[in-house]
């Protein structure tokens, strides 16, 4: 049986291989004015391999970079978004494209998407991977709900989970925090107890200025590895390059 | 500290251009943008703040400036922005901040508007380009040089100089670079749509305003930071229009301890 694997590409665009498919998530391939990956885009748009779905978990453009990833060469791959997302998605010509609003299933080669819930600066998604025994919780950029308690609940074991670390503040809205900083990323792996829980969207960065007028943010990984350890020690962290393949 | 080198830097349906660049240390990238008082009018500024926090400072002498020459392809502000743009992808340059005094401050917001992923935020620090209802830029071409220095300086004791003791030499230079802020800026000193265009920015970006400012008044630096969504604005205390030059060491504090600046502190 194939094995379950996970590259990183950039930020919280990952590659995910589970029940022989794959599957994309957030997809971001370019940079904009204030909008900076801070590492590496490990695999350019042509570089992917044949999609079997792609999941959007909000329409924020380091989460759903459409006018770049419309360059794929199927369009007609598998969307499963936000609701939020759909317009724009078939904006961009893409033909398949289903919002999945939390708890929502759906199924693709053997493989189930399940949205699960979440909460940032506007509505999204987050969303399960299901295969066999195995499941990945792959949370965009959410921050740490209650109803986030529900996934091993309602879907079972999580055997590997993607989670964002950062605790993004955006200093113009009251200092607003939308995003899970390292201790609640712990906090929630704790609850889904995963056997390996690989951290992302920690090295964005909106540059020298924009770290000090818009965002503050946590760029260390460490620091949800080191919370992990007392959190949940039973579930093993890895921090990963993009471009490296993990498997579970 | 610095190195002075001249590029030719392609210009879009023209010949490359000529512009002479002094750099000053190394690290993050910034690129400052002198207003009509010339390059001298940043210099010692450049230097100080790649000394204080080990960045790398870029000071374009804008052709026609410092007894340069100035090709005719280059003869607006989106002319030299569209230079300015060219010069950092020639040199591959990320996460620039473009820092423009007066003039220098109109250019930094046309880069902006050109949208380079290069260019990660701008600081313009007193600068000219929009038009604000009942604030005009004061009219640099009908003032003596005395009028200039007492609008432009909180204490313009320590820079007035009488241009008629100066030699030849800087004489020619000066009147130089009076025919380039005409050739870019015109007398008014201002786009009339710019305004308007600004409020597509979506770039980080800090205006900075000097409280004794004689030639952009304070409510016209509050009209520049308005137009532009999510810019933030600095009042600056006992200096004038050219802060970097009168008050240096405040411009790069504010600068960069600004994610501490209740900027509320300013608004009114």
């Given at each position: 049986m194939s094995k379950t694997a996970v590259t990183r590409i950039t930020h919280s665009c990952h590659l995910i291989e589970i029940g022989g498919r794959t599957f994309l998530t957030d997809p971001?391939?370019?940079?904009?004015?204030?909008?900076?990956?801070?590492?590496?885009?490990?695999?350019?748009?042509?570089?992917?391999?044949?999609?079997?779905?792609?999941?959007?978990?909000?329409?924020?453009?380091?989460?759903?970079?459409?006018?770049?990833?419309?360059?794929?060469?199927?369009?007609?791959?598998?969307l499963f978004v936000a609701e939020t997302v759909v317009s724009t998605a078939r904006r961009h010509g893409f033909t398949n494209v289903t919002a999945l609003a939390p708890w929502e299933q759906a199924e693709v080669g053997g493989v189930s998407?399940?949205?699960?819930?979440?909460?940032?600066?506007?509505?999204?998604?987050?969303?399960?991977?299901?295969?066999?025994?195995?499941?990945?919780?792959f949370a965009g950029d959410t921050m740490l709900i209650p109803e986030l308690a529900?996934?091993?609940?309602?879907?079972?074991?999580?055997?590997?989970?993607?989670?964002?670390?950062?605790?993004?503040?955006?200093?113009?809205?009251?200092?607003?925090?939308?995003?899970?900083n390292a201790d609640e990323a712990a906090e929630l792996t704790a609850i889904l107890k995963p056997e390996l829980a690989i951290p992302h969207h920690y090295t964005f960065t909106k540059g020298f200025l924009g770290d000090r007028l818009i965002t503050h943010s946590d760029k260390n990984p460490l620091h949800f590895q080191d919370a992990s350890r007392t959190l949940a020690p039973e579930t093993s962290v890895r921090i990963v390059e993009p471009g490296i393949r993990i498997e579970l | 500290?610095?190195?002075?080198?001249?590029?030719?830097?392609?210009?879009?349906?023209?010949?490359?251009?000529?512009?002479?660049?002094?750099?000053?240390?190394?690290?993050?990238?910034?690129?400052?943008?002198?207003?009509?008082?010339?390059?001298?009018?940043?210099?010692?500024?450049?230097?100080?703040?790649?000394?204080?926090?080990?960045?790398?400072?870029?000071?374009?002498?804008?052709?026609?400036?410092?007894?340069?020459?100035?090709?005719?392809?280059?003869?607006?502000?989106?002319?030299?922005?569209?230079?300015y743009q060219?010069?950092?992808?020639?040199?591959?340059l990320a996460d620039v901040t473009v820092i423009g005094n007066s003039l220098g401050g109109w250019i930094a917001a046309e880069i902006a508007l050109l949208e380079s992923a290069r260019v990660s935020g701008i600081v313009l620090i007193d600068a000219v380009g929009i038009e604000v209802p009942g604030h005009p830029v004061a009219d640099f071409f009908t003032l003596t040089m005395d009028e200039v220095f007492a609008r432009s300086f909180h204490d313009p004791d320590q820079f007035r100089i009488d241009p008629a003791t100066l030699p030849p030499a800087a004489?020619?230079?000066?009147?130089?670079?009076?025919?380039?802020?005409?050739?870019?800026?015109?007398?008014?000193?201002?786009d009339p749509a710019l305004v308007g265009r600004l409020g597509t920015l979506e770039i980080p970006t800090l205006v900075l305003w000097g409280e004794s400012d004689g030639m952009v008044d304070v409510d016209y630096g509050r009209a520049y930071a308005?137009?532009?969504?999510?810019a933030q604005f600095q009042l600056l205390?006992?200096?004038?229009?050219?802060?970097?030059?009168?008050?240096?060491?405040?411009?790069?504090?504010?600068?960069?301890?600004?994610?501490?600046?209740?900027f509320s502190a300013f608004t009114r």
């Open positions: 971001w391939f370019s940079t904009r004015p204030g909008y900076y990956q801070g590492e590496p885009i490990a695999v350019a748009i042509p570089d992917l391999p044949k999609l079997d779905g792609v999941l959007i978990s909000h329409e924020h453009y380091d989460h759903c970079d459409l006018d770049a990833f419309a360059a794929y060469r199927d369009r007609s791959v598998p998407i399940t949205a699960a819930p979440g909460k940032h600066g506007v509505y999204e998604v987050t969303f399960v991977l299901r295969a066999g025994s195995d499941a990945v919780y529900d996934i091993p609940k309602r879907l079972g074991h999580i055997s590997l989970a993607l989670l964002p670390t950062n605790g993004l503040h955006i200093r113009p809205a009251n200092n607003m925090q939308v995003v899970m | 500290m610095s190195t002075t080198k001249t590029y030719s830097v392609a210009v879009d349906g023209a010949g490359p251009a000529e512009v002479s660049v002094a750099e000053y240390g190394a690290g993050q990238p910034f690129l400052l943008l002198h207003g009509g008082a010339g390059p001298q009018s940043v210099a010692g500024f450049a230097e100080k703040f790649a000394a204080t926090h080990q960045v790398r400072v870029l000071v374009p002498t804008h052709p026609g400036f410092g007894g340069t020459a100035r090709p005719e392809s280059v003869g607006t502000i989106p002319a030299l922005a569209a230079l060219g010069l950092l992808d020639q040199l591959d004489q020619a230079i000066a009147a130089g670079n009076r025919a380039a802020i005409a050739t870019y800026a015109g007398s008014g000193m201002t308005a137009a532009i969504p999510m205390p006992d200096t004038g229009h050219s802060p970097q030059l009168e008050t240096p060491d405040q411009v790069i504090t504010a600068i960069w301890d600004s994610a501490n600046t209740d």
